[in-house]
């Protein structure tokens, strides 16, 4: 056939093609708009009620149609606060409500409440901001038969417009009259923005006197650099303990976990993770080896929670632990292993299945901590690719290749120089990525 | 119709389409397989010769086939010799060899030659690496009757695989021989990697008794966290000037050009800058006033090399000039200008061509450095989008919007606190990027 017959035909079928694609694939598409994470665990997990949590969440249309948008939280009098936030100088009005809030150490008797919206931040919204999150406040104190003093806030959604706190305001009676212990699945939807699965985790511990409970529910999604999406966390338990010791066991795993799965994870402009303890278990205050158990199973919780963030990192394909071992100190190892988990070419190559791990010396060689060519080593899971200052003579490239199509991945760095280290998680870049946020807002 | 005929229709369409596509589009996507970035200048610039510098390329296979890899310079005798390199610490061999031999200060009397492959960059290839180098310096040293000293080498391309050096030695009598003063287009063709143009600036400055020209050459396209890729950039001039006044020079220009164009360019493994003055000219040795206007031009001729690379930035549709202005130091100034320029969630917006500001509010509160939410101020070029703590009153989305369908962009931010700036230049961040990167090595 000639070219010229080609290009009729061309002109033909591409009418032909447009109709089909009506038909067929549009309907189809608009389903799949929002693909869940193929890293997403199978389902929400059965979370345990915790005595003096309920929850509630409504359609407010904050921003988003058709969807629950905004979720509330009721902790019953007697409960203990502790709260970690983003360190941004841009952070949003109610991050800010909520550090004065829990500086002013309030005590339990009352009891508290937490309000969150999605689709908008009231970030860099200037006094209206503040006013918003008075209003939102006040009214749930008002509906609660609370201090506004005892209600936090979180925003998460689109930085630097108004939030229409009246749209907000005006469901807050459907809200607390809708409150179920069983509803915090429910609220973890109603979080959602770029995220494409709720999370949610928990843990049991044996305390002195009966069972203690911890669950938690987390949103975030824009793990590359997190941004408007980022991190909120709520954990819940039923445990007895003070705030100031709360506030201390809270902080000591944050680093290793949340400030673990991304550089950028702790200054965003809305991350907020927020713990309360109802102290409604029969166990007794939580001491001694009790505390002890008990900061690991909150470890867990936290330590799941965001890794669950990370396998709804936004268009990710692959989980990516990086282990950093033999640096000259642990803030040298963190370097080395954001540097890896940062670089937009070891995340490439990493969406690509490539074992290019030519990127990962470039991203050792970049971080600005002390590395010596010819002391360390690189690994993908157990197999050593790289030592002595070059790659290594039992290394095979199909080796590498095999191991990069497994959808969790191990990137182990030893620097040979000290004891300090860091492991950080991370996931792909791929072109989905670039789609979700090449058009977010519109 | 019925959508069991349309299934019909569907499967006999698909057919047809595979016999169309095998006919018209692939030939054309064949040819465009490397397509020119939309950014490039419209040619290769006209340069003069410099006199006492003369260039040949040949194709050597190093990894590439059909077309040349490998380039030398020739560079007479009394030429004086600067460069600036990576500080990464796994820098490759060719560049510790380069930095030795400045440092070892050869009087200029013999001249010297710079040889360059691409395809490999021989980073991370232990002692074999360092054992290519010598073998290719020597073997041009040789061919030119230059002491090894003064021959100076670079390598870019993947990381961590042996360069196959004899390939390149097997071929420097062909470039020896071939050595001519107008060659420096092939020159800076043999050079580049995923670049989709050579890169090429030049000036005149009017000397003491003569004129003096300057003319560069630069490779770089991984722009967004350059790794194996990179940079290389090579300045030749007739001027007289004496090596240490020319490291001098040379240093002081080279923050505000190269080390502007992102955060990571000065960290790779492979980044060489070296400038050659041959002394030629008939212009006497440059001092006073001519060394200024010396300075000045080669200035524009680093600036301009540097947005050339910017502008072929893997994926870039839009170059992105970031204005930090009011921060309490120049260190700010640069902490600020370079969250925005790396942030992946800024880069992609401006791919999707979405005035989003709210980025650019978070990437300011990540950034470290001081800022104060109602004292700093967002524009884009001349429309002040932010100020006083939210949105300008005056600022219309359909403006921001407009704006940003520009292919030159600027984003400039005063912090309204002091009189630290800086000026940085990035792209934006497209499916591009990731298709080049997700594969390149295969």
């Known amino acids: 056939m000639a070219k010229s017959d080609w290009k009729a035909e061309a002109k033909d079928l591409k009418k032909k093609l447009r109709k089909l694609k009506e038909a067929l694939v549009e309907p189809v598409l608009a389903k799949k708009a929002k693909p ?113 003093s005892r209600v936090f806030s979180s925003s998460t959604g689109v930085i630097g417009e108004p939030l229409p706190h009246d749209r907000i305001t005006a469901k807050v009676a459907d809200l607390a009259s809708a409150l179920r212990e069983d509803a915090i699945e429910m609220a973890a939807h109603a979080m959602m923005t770029t995220d ?50 709360l506030q201390k066991m809270l902080a000591r795993h944050v680093d290793a976990t949340f400030n673990s799965i991304t550089v950028d994870s702790d200054t965003s402009t809305s991350d ?3 713990l309360a303890a109802t102290g409604q278990s029969t166990a007794a205050e939580v001491k001694g080896p009790v505390a002890k158990a008990f900061e690991a199973a909150l470890h867990g919780v936290m330590r799941d929670l965001a890794l669950q963030v990370v396998r709804d990192g936004e268009g990710a394909t692959k989980l990516v632990e990086v282990r950093v071992t033999g640096a000259t100190s642990h803030a040298d190892a963190a370097k080395v292993a954001f540097a890896i988990a940062n670089s937009p070419l ?13 990127r990962i010396v470039a991203a050792i060689g970049k971080s600005g901590a002390e590395a010596d060519r010819d002391k360390l080593s690189i690994r993908f899971g157990d197999i050593l690719v790289a030592a ?55």
């Open 196 to 245: 494409t699965f709720p999370k949610g985790a928990s843990a049991t511990v044996q305390g002195d006197g009966g069972l203690i409970h911890i669950a938690g529910i987390a949103k975030g999604s824009g793990m590359i650099a997190p941004d408007m999406a980022t991190m909120l966390v709520y954990l819940f338990t039923d445990a007895k303990i003070p705030a100031a010791t």
């Open 346 to 358: 070891v995340k490439t190559a990493i969406a690509g299945q490539d074992p290019n791990w030519g």
């Open 36 to 148: 869940v994470s193929p890293l997403a665990p199978a389902a929400f997990p059965q979370l345990p009620a915790i005595a003096g949590v309920s929850f509630a969440a409504v359609e407010a249309g904050v921003r988003y149609q058709n969807r629950r948008d905004v979720m509330l939280v009721h902790l019953a009098p007697g409960t203990t606060m502790a709260g970690v936030f983003t360190r941004s100088t841009t952070r949003s009005a109610c991050v800010r409500d909520c550090q004065a809030k829990l500086a002013m150490k309030v005590p339990a008797g009352a009891g508290a409440a937490i309000i969150v919206n999605s689709g908008n931040s009231n970030a860099f919204t200037g006094l209206v901001g503040d006013e918003a999150v008075a209003a939102v406040t006040t009214a749930v104190a008002t509906a609660l038969t609370l201090p506004a």
């Open 272 to 274: 907020t993770l927020l």
């Open 388 to 442: 002595k200052g070059w790659r290594s003579p039992d290394y095979r490239e199909e080796d590498g290749a095999t191991y990069m199509l497994q959808p969790e991945l191990v990137i182990a760095v030893d620097l040979g120089l000290g004891t300090g280290k860091r492991s950080v998680w991370t996931c792909d870049l791929t072109s989905r990525y670039i789609e979700i946020n090449a058009d977010y807002r519109s």
